[in-house]
């Protein structure tokens, strides 16, 4: 409550001090592009049930407003076709949803449609129409079942440990709490809102202009796995993607924005054009286009005091987090070509 309210009051005075407008002004003089990225767009109901963590989730009205705001003010902007680099009188933004929830077509979708806001959405082709595919809701309505007292902020510390393990290491965790669970003959249910498009769902929206790019097929964290294994998850979902749509897929998002350069490479190497990292910033025309950084949002980053959608939050955390990020780097890149340039 404290941390929200000092977040609340820093964003206020940055905006009444007019710093907001000068971070903005400043990203659209240099042609930045801001990419969004979603998780999970949830109704009330289905937020109290979901096994998704808080920071993956925001309300479906939070999600109206903040699109409503963005069609409105700013210059929404599909990722195939945005142009880093080109000055436009309104800052250009791009939305994307990475693992492919049922809830990116039945609650985004429509809103976006509403609003004519493209998107593009990261499909893992090996986990679709699944419920509970991804690891970390099966681990929550695990732990759920265990430990009914455990909080959010612990099971999230819990995910974010698992995340560093081994593939196996983390399986093993997993299956030992299944034991338990089938011991005490818990269920480990969610909402059935916990599930991942269809195959049909991810057609209808490619043939009504949304870009669905791949994810993975099985949603590995490529620099935690083999070169050998990361090459085959990206051309078998590239590959999949393709057939399903009998088209070309060429975006791509890296799982848990996890990337390094070598990964970078076989994403180049698998035949992709564009990717998109978790990294804060804002994306410019001399950022790698198989390293470009988006901005996460969820509810509690872009709502007031009141708990109601707030444009100062929603703009201090993309504009004004993406523009520091951007000076940040421009001052690294920098300190980096003049040591390169020194004489030995």
């Keep these: 409550m404290v941390h929200r309210f000092l977040r609340c009051l820093w964003a206020n005075l940055?905006?009444?001090?007019?710093?907001?407008?000068?971070?903005?002004?400043?990203?659209?003089?240099?042609?930045?592009?801001?990419?969004?990225?979603?998780?999970?767009?949830?109704?009330d109901g289905d937020r109290q049930q979901t096994c998704s963590l808080e920071g993956m989730v925001i309300r479906k009205q939070t999600f109206r407003e903040l699109a409503a705001h963005v069609a409105i003010c700013y210059e929404p902007v599909d990722v195939r076709t945005a142009e880093p680099g080109v000055?436009?009188?309104?800052?250009?933004?791009?939305f994307t949803f990475d693992d492919g929830w049922v809830d990116t077509r039945t609650v985004a979708f429509p809103i976006a449609r509403e609003h004519q806001i493209p998107f593009a959405v990261f499909v893992c082709p090996g986990l679709l129409d699944e419920k509970m595919p991804f690891w970390p809701e099966q681990l929550v309505a695990l732990v759920?079942?265990?430990?009914?007292?455990?909080?959010?902020?612990?099971?999230?510390?819990?995910?974010?440990?698992?995340?560093?393990?081994?593939?196996?290491?983390?399986?093993?965790?997993?299956?030992?709490?299944?034991?338990?669970?089938?011991?005490?003959?818990?269920?480990?249910?969610?909402?059935?809102?916990?599930r991942t498009l269809s195959s049909a769902a991810i057609r209808e929206m490619a043939e009504r202009?949304?870009?669905?790019?791949?994810?993975?097929?099985?949603?590995?964290?490529l620099t935690m796995i083999?070169?050998?294994?990361?090459?085959?998850?990206?051309?078998?979902?590239?590959?999949?993607?393709?057939?399903?749509?009998?088209?070309?897929?060429?975006?791509?998002?890296?799982?848990?924005?996890?990337?390094s350069p070598e990964t970078r490479n076989l994403v180049a190497e698998a035949g992709y054009k564009l990717a998109v990292t978790?990294?804060?910033?804002a994306w410019t025309k001399d950022c790698d286009p198989l390293a470009i950084p988006r901005v996460n949002i969820f509810e509690d980053k872009v709502i007031g005091w009141?708990?109601?959608?707030?444009?100062?939050?929603?703009?201090?955390?993309?504009?004004?987090?993406?523009?520091?990020?951007?000076?940040?780097?421009?001052?690294?890149?920098a300190a980096y070509q003049r040591s390169s340039q020194a004489p030995a």
Aim: proline share 2%; glycine share 6%; hydrophobic share 35%.
């Design 144 to 194: 759920r079942e265990a430990d009914s007292a455990m909080g959010s902020d612990e099971a999230e510390g819990l995910i974010e440990s698992l995340k560093r393990a081994l593939p196996e290491q983390r399986e093993q965790y997993l299956a030992n709490l299944r034991e338990k669970a089938r011991k005490s003959a818990g269920q480990a249910e969610s909402t059935n809102g916990d």
């Design 226 to 259: 083999s070169p050998d294994s990361a090459r085959q998850e990206l051309r078998d979902s590239k590959a999949s993607i393709e057939s399903m749509l009998s088209g070309c897929c060429d975006t791509f998002a890296y799982p848990n924005g996890n990337w």
């Design 14 to 43: 940055l905006a009444a001090s007019g710093c907001l407008w000068w971070a903005k002004h400043r990203l659209r003089q240099s042609g930045a592009v801001i990419a969004l990225t979603f998780h999970r767009v949830l109704d």
């Design 306 to 333: 009141n708990r109601r959608f707030s444009a100062t939050m929603f703009e201090y955390t993309t504009f004004w987090k993406a523009w520091r990020a951007m000076k940040t780097n421009s001052k690294m890149s």
């Design 87 to 94: 000055q436009r009188s309104k800052l250009p933004v791009v």
């Design 278 to 281: 978790t990294m804060q910033g």
């Design 209 to 221: 202009g949304v870009c669905v790019g791949s994810h993975t097929q099985t949603h590995q964290i």
